[in-house]
């Protein structure tokens, strides 16, 4: 059997900020920029507190079949909440998307080269 490679997105907002947490978000703005957003296992963190409140965490996980990207959802969506709630960081309307690669659409040049084999 092959494994299915899942990259999950799970989003929200952050709510009830302290300024104090503000402040320590804002210190590390950088390091959670959106330009070096990237799936991977442990999950990555991206927001732009002078733009919106919103955050994005992104996880690669994998499985073995179909099914397994619902338990790959629940645990980047548990991750996500250990982490914000590990830190104090209130948030809400906390909602995830997972895609399984295995399904995804090919490019155009992954098209080409699957007609030439």
Known sequence: MTTRT???TVRGVFDGL???QHAELASRAAEHDIL????TPEGHLSYDLN???V???RYQDSGEAEEDILDATE??????RAWLDGRGY????????AEDLSQAPL???QRRAAREV
Do not use: M, V, W
């Open 75 to 80: 645990r980047a969506e548990a991750s996500a």
């Open 107 to 109: 490019g155009k040049r």
């Open 55 to 57: 955050f994005t965490f």
């Open 90 to 97: 209130g948030y809400k309307n906390l909602r995830s998307q």
């Open 36 to 39: 070096f957003a990237a799936f």
């Open 6 to 8: 899942f990259r999950i």
């Open 18 to 20: 302290t300024p104090e």
């Open 51 to 53: 733009a919106r409140a």
